[in-house]
């Protein structure tokens, strides 16, 4: 038969490796794709950078908080961010450490931002969580973890600052089971805090690696006690040791023990201690990163569940940002491989428009730096400039069609009318809004009723920022004016006929978003309730596109 022939045929029955393509799993295996969430000043900032110190990406530390400080040197037209000092833009550092890569996705601090930070989480495969052992859980850690839950994210947690006065270890575990409602099983345990800071026990090695303050480059040596009953450690660190020693015995018999299953849903968070500024628990957390943190998941996509180590390219589009040169007005999309191999150059199929783009300048993010990639595997970030070619929450394919869901969009909590100082430019006005609506910097709705357009944004920064690039990039002076509103939600019907209805009824505070998708505006929470009219309307507060 044929079957016979062809396997029969020396060259058929062993097809060469490069046609065939090698197996990318390894590479996948090795991918370690992290963001690092926490309240505004826990240490996010010093942590980054003393983990890329660890893992070998820069020799002294000082570049990322420089960066901080001075990334208008990048972004021209984001002169708000150096006004204020504020992190805007969310950047991608690549680091290899070990055998694992690691892609350490930032995000902007400022929770004004925060929705560009919910969609940098749907792009990883774990969160390092850090909480300042002063300030225990803090708001924005809070809205953090529901979004990293959502998706059920695995999280590490880092309590930073044990060198100053902060809370009892032992209430700041209670209060994270509490509040975050986290199973906690403390990997390491502090001795002492503040001046009597002596360093962490590590609990299941049982050892203690003594403190040492060292700033900006890494220790060479540190010193190690073995085990609880080490007579050094009594003698000198007396009072702190047996209150750690106590609390440990406490800690270990009350904990869950650690169940990785647990870990990898979401359920239970390995916790460390240390202080980042003085590189003191940093390697332990590094380790736990590459050791316990997956490798990249399936996805699902719309048509079908999509794996990783699968040998065609696939990706999704997280984030978009306009190019920080504003002399020309690409934009870069921030693409998460999701399967397969990226190679410079590929021609890759948009699936919502089914246009082709090409890579040839796409780039990697080593080490914060901006350099040509060549290539990339399921986990990594790539950045494709584009011309508006690519949106928020696109998938890019060398060919099928897929569509991944799950890219988050909140509903706005404040609102603003936003009207054009000159008539004759109400079309700039127009395209700049729906360029940053679609770029996800702020959401613009179209009344149903007709009228000035609305923005609705998560934080009153957005529309600072949107103010000024509508200026600078579309040469539009728009004048936000107030709006009654305060409230918004997505409305959907199993009932397209009731739909209908519903809009035709409250006409007058429906609008319309980028994806023209209708939503019911409101100024009180009170006018949220759905009367028992409506059957089968409901709202949601968070829209996912698809
Ligand atoms: P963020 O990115 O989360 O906003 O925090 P960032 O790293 O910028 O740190 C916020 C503040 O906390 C900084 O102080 C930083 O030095 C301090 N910090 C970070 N890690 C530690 C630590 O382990 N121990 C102590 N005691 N402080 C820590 P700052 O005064 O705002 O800035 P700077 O003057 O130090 O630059």
């Known amino acids: 038969s044929q079957d016979t022939l062809v396997a029969e045929s020396p060259l058929d029955a062993q097809p060469s490796p490069a046609a065939r393509g090698k197996s990318i799993l390894p590479e996948v295996e090795r991918r370690r794709t992290f963001a690092i969430i926490s309240h505004p000043d826990a240490g996010k900032t010093t942590l980054t950078e003393k983990l890329l110190l660890f893992a070998g990406a820069i020799q002294i530390a000082g570049s990322v908080k420089a960066r901080k400080a001075s990334r208008h040197?990048?972004?021209d037209w984001m002169e708000i961010e150096k006004q204020r000092g504020i992190s805007v833009a969310s950047s991608v550092m690549q680091m290899e450490y070990?055998?694992?890569v690691i892609n350490l996705l930032d995000t902007p601090g400022h929770q004004d931002f925060s929705e560009d930070t919910y969609r940098v989480l749907t792009a990883v495969d774990a969160a390092l969580m850090v909480i300042d052992a002063g300030n225990g859980v803090e708001p924005q850690t809070l809205r953090l973890?529901?979004?990293?839950?959502?998706?059920?994210?695995?999280?590490?947690?880092?309590?930073?600052?044990?060198?100053?006065?902060?809370?009892?270890?032992?209430?700041?575990?209670?209060?994270?089971e509490k509040v975050l409602k986290l199973t906690v099983v403390p990997f390491t345990w502090p001795v002492g805090m503040g001046k009597r800071f002596a360093g962490v026990y590590d609990i299941r090695n049982d050892q203690i690696r003594l403190f040492r303050s060292g700033k900006d480059r890494l220790e060479t040596e540190s010193e190690t006690l073995q085990g609880f009953d080490h007579p050094e450690l009594?003698?000198?660190?007396?009072?702190?040791?047996?209150?750690?020693?106590?609390?440990?015995?406490?800690?270990?018999?009350?904990?869950?023990?650690?169940?990785?299953?647990?870990?990898?849903?979401?359920?239970?968070?390995?916790?460390?201690?240390?202080?980042?500024?003085?590189?003191?628990?940093?390697?332990?957390?590094?380790?736990?990163?590459?050791?316990?943190?997956?490798?990249?998941?399936?996805?699902?996509?719309?048509?079908?569940?999509?794996?990783?180590?699968?040998?065609?390219?696939?990706?999704v589009v997280f984030k978009v940002q306009a190019n920080m040169d504003p002399a020309h007005r690409d934009r870069i999309a921030f693409v998460r491989v999701c399967s397969g191999k990226f190679t410079r150059g590929m021609q890759l199929k948009i699936g919502r428009t089914g246009k082709s783009i090409r890579t040839a300048s796409a780039m990697s993010f080593l080490s914060q730096r901006r350099e040509l990639l060549e290539e990339a595997y399921a986990g990594d970030i790539i950045g494709i400039p584009n011309h508006g070619l690519l949106q928020l929450g696109d998938t890019l394919t060398e060919g099928e069609k897929l569509q991944y869901t799950g890219l988050p969009f909140f509903a706005p909590e404040i609102f603003q009318g936003v009207e054009v100082a000159d008539p004759m430019r109400a079309k700039q006005l127009r395209t700049g809004l729906m360029q940053l609506g679609e770029e996800g910097a702020i959401q613009v709705f179209r009344p149903h009723d007709g009228g000035a357009l609305l923005l609705g944004a998560v934080g009153t920064l957005q529309f600072e920022v949107v103010a000024h690039r509508l200026k600078h990039e579309y040469g539009v002076e728009a004048r936000l004016v107030p709006t009654k509103y305060r409230l918004a939600r997505w409305v959907t019907a199993?009932?397209?006929?009731?739909?209908?209805?519903?809009?035709?009824?409250?006409?007058?505070?429906i609008a319309y978003?980028?994806?023209?998708?209708?939503?019911?505006?409101?100024?009180?929470q009170g006018e949220l309730v759905i009367s028992e009219r409506w059957k089968t309307i409901k709202y949601h507060a968070l829209r996912e596109h698809a």
Request: charged letters at 25%; aromatic letters at 10%.
């Open 73 to 75: 040197a990048t972004s």
């Open 98 to 100: 070990g055998d694992c």
């Open 145 to 176: 973890l529901e979004v990293c839950r959502a998706r059920n994210t695995p999280i590490i947690t880092f309590i930073n600052k044990l060198d100053s006065e902060v809370k009892d270890p032992l209430d700041l575990v209670d209060e994270i």
């Open 234 to 315: 009594a003698d000198r660190f007396g009072a702190e040791f047996a209150q750690a020693e106590q609390e440990i015995e406490l800690i270990t018999g009350a904990s869950a023990e650690f169940d990785k299953e647990a870990f990898l849903n979401g359920q239970q968070t390995p916790v460390f201690f240390g202080s980042a500024i003085n590189n003191f628990g940093v390697k332990e957390v590094l380790d736990a990163l590459a050791e316990l943190a997956p490798a990249p998941k399936a996805r699902a996509a719309i048509q079908r569940v999509v794996h990783p180590e699968e040998q065609a390219f696939s990706g």
């Open 494 to 509: 199993e009932d397209p006929a009731e739909l209908k209805q519903f809009i035709d009824f409250n006409a007058y505070r």
């Open 513 to 524: 978003d980028v994806v023209e998708a209708p939503t019911f505006l409101a100024s009180y």
